[in-house]
């Protein structure tokens, strides 16, 4: 028969709840946290960097089409932009719950992207490279899950919720193909 911890009711540690109840400048990052924080806080910080990037091709990208034909795309480019910018801020937010630093820093946000900026004029060619980004996007989330296992099941479950709505703009900008 196993022997009973005196801490522990129905499978509750009670002295990690005291221990919790300490550390307070901790915020939310308790001694229970089993992710290698140092490694999810660069992850979320070339995760964020990436949405930044796409931030800024989509808003380009909305700017640069023209014509009464492009109507919809240029829609779909400001929509995107938009819930990239909403994947931005989630993640900065879960940076700084991880006792981290959201890194905005513009001069090297293209070399911690996964995805890369796009100037291009051509309609086709800015859906493409869309497509091309998100399908990085996808990827990389996919990585990071991975990688995050059940360490961190609070991030986990952020890049997931990111990584569907990224999926959905794959689909998107693949349905706007020629």
């Not at 919720?161 to 703009?169: G, L, N, P, Q, S």
Request: glycine share 6%; net charge negative; hydrophobic share 40%.
């Amino acid at each position: 028969m196993a022997e009973s911890n005196p801490t522990q009711t129905g499978g509750i540690d009670k002295e990690a709840i005291r221990i919790a109840a300490q550390n307070l400048s901790d915020g939310p990052v308790t001694a229970g946290y089993k992710g290698d924080r140092e490694a999810v806080l660069q992850m979320l910080n070339e995760a964020l960097a990436t949405e930044l990037v796409c931030i800024n091709r989509y808003k380009r990208h909305y700017y640069t089409v023209a014509g009464r034909d492009n109507a919809g795309i240029k829609a779909e480019f400001l929509e995107h932009a938009t819930e990239e910018q909403e994947h931005a801020d989630w993640l900065a937010e879960r940076i700084v719950q991880l006792n981290g630093q959201p890194d905005f820093n513009p001069a090297t946000l293209l070399d911690r992207s996964h995805a890369e900026y796009d100037d291009s004029m051509e309609v086709q060619s800015m859906v493409r490279a869309n497509l091309i980004a998100e399908r990085v996007a996808i990827e990389s989330y996919r990585q990071m899950i991975e990688r995050i296992g059940d360490s961190d099941p609070t991030t986990k479950q952020l890049l997931i919720r990111i990584m569907a709505i990224e999926e959905e703009h794959a689909d998107d900008m693949r349905d706007l193909l020629e």
